[in-house]
Antibody, heavy 126, light 107 residues
Framework: EVQLVVSGGAVVQPGGSLRVSCEASGFIFDDYAIHWVRQSPGKGLEWISL????????YYADSVKGRFTLSRDNSKKSVYLQMDNLRPDDSALYYCVKGSEGHHADSSGLSYFDSWGQGTLVSVSS | IVVTQSPVTLSVSPGERVTLSCRASQSVSINLAWYQQKPGQAPRLLIY???TRATGIPARFSGSGSGTEFTLTISSLESEDFAVYYCQQYNNWPPYTFGQGTKLEIK
């Protein structure tokens, strides 16, 4: 069974930083890209970033580009989302999501999201 | 690519057949997925490739369409199907984009 356990959510002040972690099990971790999707309270889903199978490539939504950074440690089956210069509109439930493919160099990146973690709440408020 | 779902809310009775719509602002071929989200839970993949059911998804769920117009049909609503449904395109990325969701509520 695929599991994605997310931790690290917290209340932070505007301009602050936070790192959230996602630990995976139940699949061959280094075959797949990992994505992050967030959901503001009572709102819809927003894709914010992905990191490919080996951590060599990452992509970001414009809303977080330059402020958020993804990394992964395949030996620990973990992905880390570093969030800097946080703003109140970053307040959301952050989901770690397994992509359907690895975003290898020769792949299309045509990836849907086949397994979701439980989410961690990030609140940015003074 | 902007993805638009309709209607925003749908009031239906158990046992009814329901069709949800999803429209993309430009062609996404068949690279469209549907997800179900119940209150307090993470979304769950229902359909990918516009019409392929994910593992463990009941046959009453079906998807169709290509290009810019897609539908999710639930043939006979059961009580556990009342939830919010999202479509998502993955043809042109980044970003991967979701519709705003359709909420199925009990009439």
């Amino acid at each position: 069974e695929v599991q994605l356990v997310v931790s690290g959510g917290a209340v932070v002040q505007p301009g602050g930083s936070l790192r959230v972690s996602c630990e995976a099990s139940g699949f061959i971790f280094d075959d797949y890209a990992i994505h992050w999707v967030r959901q503001s309270p009572g709102k819809g889903l927003e894709w914010i970033s992905l990191i490919n199978w080996d951590g060599g490539s990452s992509y970001y939504a414009d809303s977080v580009k330059g402020r958020f950074t993804l990394s992964r440690d395949n030996s620990k089956k973990s992905v880390y989302l570093q969030m800097d210069n946080l703003r109140p509109d970053d307040s959301a439930l952050y989901y770690c999501v397994k992509g359907s493919e690895g975003h290898h160099a020769d792949s299309s990146g045509l990836s849907y999201f086949d397994s979701w973690g439980q989410g961690t709440l990030v609140s940015v408020s003074s | 690519i902007v993805v638009t779902q309709s209607p925003v809310t749908l009031s239906v009775s158990p046992g009814e057949r329901v069709t949800l719509s999803c429209r993309a602002s430009q062609s996404v071929s068949i690279n469209l997925a549907w997800y179900q989200q119940k209150p307090g839970q993470a979304p769950r993949l229902l359909i990918y490739g516009a019409s392929t059911r994910a593992t463990g998804i009941p046959a009453r769920f079906s998807g169709s369409g290509s290009g810019t117009e897609f539908t999710l049909t639930i043939s006979s609503l059961e009580s556990e199907d009342f939830a919010v449904y999202y479509c998502q395109q993955y043809n042109n990325w980044p970003p991967y984009t979701f519709g705003q969701g359709t909420k199925l509520e009990i009439k």
